[in-house]
C-alpha cells in the first residue's frame, strides 16, 4: 500500500458543537501572533503529499493551523500537529454542517487569528454554495493579504483558482465535456472568491488528473473561460499525490515521489504565438480547439520528495525538471504532443483590454468607457446568460432590472472583436 489513510481518531483532542458547524480542536488554546509567510499548497487529491504538508506548515512560523471543510472530521488534526514533526501552537478543523454556520462569529474570529488555512476535499459546490459573498469568504481573503498560507486538496484545490469549476449539478467526465462544453454539469465560475495575491488570477485548476483522467475537461474549461471572458486564462493542474506548492515570489515547486510513481504537476497556457488564440468550434457540439495541434502550451512536471523541480509564475514560461507539450482538442478529441516553449511578447489580457465600466461596484447605472466609435452592449450573469441587451450604442446602461451580483459587460465593436469586464451590482 503507497500510504496511509489517516485515522479518524485524534488522541487529546477537544471537540465543541454548534448547531450549524463542528469544532474538532487540538494544542495550545491561547492564540499566538507569529510571522507567517504566505504562499499556496495545491494538492492533487488522494492522501496528502508530505513533504508538500511540511512545506505548508513551515509558513506558518508556529502559528495556529485552521481547517475548514464542509464534510468529515478530524482527520488532520494529529496529522498536521505532531505526525510531521513541524511545530505549530495549535490545529483546529471546523467542519460546516449548513450554509448558516457562514454567519458565527466564532469561525470568523478564528479565520481572523490563523496563520494557515487548510481547505479539505469534499464537494467544492458546498464550499461556493455557503462561502460566496459571507463573511467566510471576506475573512478568509483578508487572512491571505495579511500573509496567512493557504492551501487544499481535491475540492479545497478547486477553488483556489481565480476561475473554477464548481460542480454545482454535479462533476463531470472529460468525455462528457468534450462531447458538449456547454453541458448542464459545465458549470464555471468567473467571479473572484479565494484571491490568493493574483497568483493564481484566471487561473483555473484541477485535481485528480490521472484518475480519472482530466485533461481533456481541462481543456473545455479553459476554452469556455477564454471564449467568455477574453481574458488571458491559464490552468495549474495536479496528479493524485501530487502538489504545487508556490511561495510569495509567484515560484511553484512540484512536491510528489518520482521516479518511485509518476507523480505530474501541469501549468496549462493559452499559447501566445497565435494571432487568434480562440477555440474554432465552441457551442452545445464537440469542441475544436485546434490550431494545428498547438492551441495550448503545457509544461509537465515530476514532482520529487524535495520538490526540485520548479515553474516561475511570475513569467509562465522559467521552468526545471519538465518538458513542453503542445495540447489540442479536434472535434471533441484531445490530443498532446511533444511541444516547445511559447514566445510571448504580450498577454491576451493586455491586448484585447479595450473598456472600462464605471462605477464598479455599482448601483442604478454604469458607463461603459472605450474608444470605438460605435459598439452594442450585452450584460451576462455568471452563468454566460445575457440578462440585459442595448444594440443602440449606449454610453450608460440602466441596471434597475438586476438583482445584487456579480455580472459581465460584453461590448460589440463593428469589426467583429468584442471585450469584456466584469463588474458587481449592489443594492
Avoid at 493557504?150 to 483556489?160: D, E, F, N, P, Q
Avoid at 465600466?357 to 447605472?365: E, K, R, Y
Wanted: proline share 3%; aromatic share 12%.
Amino acid at each position: 500500500m503507497r500510504k496511509v489513510i489517516l485515522s479518524a481518531l485524534i488522541l487529546g483532542a477537544t471537540m465543541s458543537y454548534a448547531q450549524n458547524y463542528t469544532s474538532y480542536f487540538t494544542g495550545n488554546t491561547s492564540d499566538v501572533s507569529t510571522i507567517p509567510q504566505g504562499g499556496i499548497c495545491l494538492m492533487g487529491g488522494a492522501t496528502e503529499e508530505d513533504e508538500a504538508i511540511k512545506w505548508f506548515l513551515n509558513r506558518a512560523d508556529g502559528g495556529d493551523v485552521l481547517v475548514l471543510r464542509a464534510s468529515g472530521s478530524d482527520g488532520y488534526n494529529d496529522y498536521f500537529y505532531n505526525q510531521l514533526g513541524v511545530t505549530v501552537n495549535s490545529v483546529e478543523t471546523i467542519v460546516f454542517n449548513d450554509a448558516s454556520a457562514s454567519n458565527e462569529a466564532y469561525i470568523q474570529q478564528k479565520i481572523s487569528q490563523a496563520e494557515a488555512i487548510w481547505f479539505a476535499g469534499g464537494d467544492q459546490w458546498d464550499y461556493h454554495s455557503y462561502w460566496y459573498n459571507t463573511p467566510i469568504q471576506t475573512e478568509i481573503n483578508q487572512a491571505i493579504a495579511n500573509g496567512a498560507v493557504v492551501g487544499g486538496t481535491s475540492a479545497g484545490m478547486a477553488i483556489l483558482g481565480g476561475f473554477r469549476f464548481t460542480a454545482e449539478n454535479g462533476t463531470v467526465t472529460s468525455a462528457t465535456a468534450l462531447s458538449n462544453p456547454y453541458d448542464a454539469n459545465v458549470t464555471l465560475n468567473w467571479a473572484p472568491f479565494i484571491v490568493t495575491q493574483n497568483a493564481l488570477e484566471y487561473t483555473i485548476t484541477d485535481t485528480h488528473y490521472d484518475n480519472p483522467d482530466r485533461k481533456g475537461r481541462h481543456m473545455v474549461f479553459m476554452a469556455r473561460s477564454l471564449d467568455f471572458t477574453n481574458m488571458d486564462v491559464k490552468g495549474i493542474a495536479c496528479d493524485e499525490y501530487t502538489a504545487v506548492c508556490i511561495d510569495e515570489n509567484s515560484l511553484a515547486r512540484v512536491f510528489g515521489q518520482y521516479p518511485t510513481y509518476d507523480d505530474n504537476a501541469y501549468f496549462l497556457q493559452i499559447n501566445c504565438e497565435l494571432s487568434n488564440p480562440y477555440p474554432e468550434v465552441i457551442s452545445s457540439v464537440p469542441l475544436t480547439w485546434d490550431h494545428n495541434g498547438m492551441a495550448v502550451k503545457a509544461y509537465a512536471v515530476k514532482g520529487t520528495l524535495a520538490g526540485t523541480n520548479t515553474f516561475d509564475l511570475s513569467d509562465w514560461m522559467t521552468g526545471s525538471g519538465g518538458e513542453w507539450q503542445d495540447w489540442s482538442v479536434d472535434n471533441g478529441v484531445f490530443m498532446e504532443a511533444p511541444g516547445s516553449a511559447p514566445d510571448c511578447n504580450a498577454s491576451l489580457e493586455e491586448t484585447e483590454t479595450q473598456i472600462d465600466i464605471l462605477p464598479n461596484p455599482a448601483q442604478d447605472f454604469i458607463e461603459i468607457k472605450t474608444d470605438a466609435n460605435s459598439y452594442s452592449v450585452s450584460i451576462f450573469d455568471l452563468r454566460g446568460n445575457v440578462v440585459l441587451e442595448d444594440k443602440n450604442n449606449p454610453l450608460r446602461m440602466n441596471l434597475l432590472s438586476l438583482s445584487e451580483g456579480t455580472y459581465w459587460a460584453q461590448t460589440n465593436f463593428e469589426d467583429g472583436r468584442t471585450a469584456r469586464r466584469m463588474f458587481v451590482v449592489l443594492r
